[in-house]
C-alpha cells in the first residue's frame, strides 16, 4: 500500500437508498472504512485501480479540453 498522501479534491455523488444502506452495514463492519463517505471513497478507488488495471477504463485523448 502507498505511504505517501495523495492529492484529493470533493465531489458531491448520489446514490440509491439501497446503496447507502448497503454501506451503513460496511461501516458497521468496519471492513472498509469507519463512516459512509469513508467507505464509499475506500470501494470507488479501489474499483477504479482494478478496472484501469484490467482494461475495462482508458483515458482517450480526443483532443478536446474538459
Do not use: C, F
Amino acid at each position: 500500500m502507498a505511504t505517501e498522501k495523495a492529492e484529493t479534491d470533493r465531489v458531491p455523488i448520489t446514490l440509491a437508498l439501497s446503496t447507502i444502506t448497503y454501506l451503513e452495514k460496511l461501516v458497521r463492519q468496519g471492513t472498509h472504512g469507519t463512516s459512509v463517505p469513508g467507505v464509499a471513497r475506500t470501494l470507488i478507488e479501489e474499483g477504479i485501480r482494478l478496472a484501469i488495471k484490467d482494461g475495462l477504463l482508458a483515458i482517450r485523448d480526443n483532443g478536446k479540453t474538459p
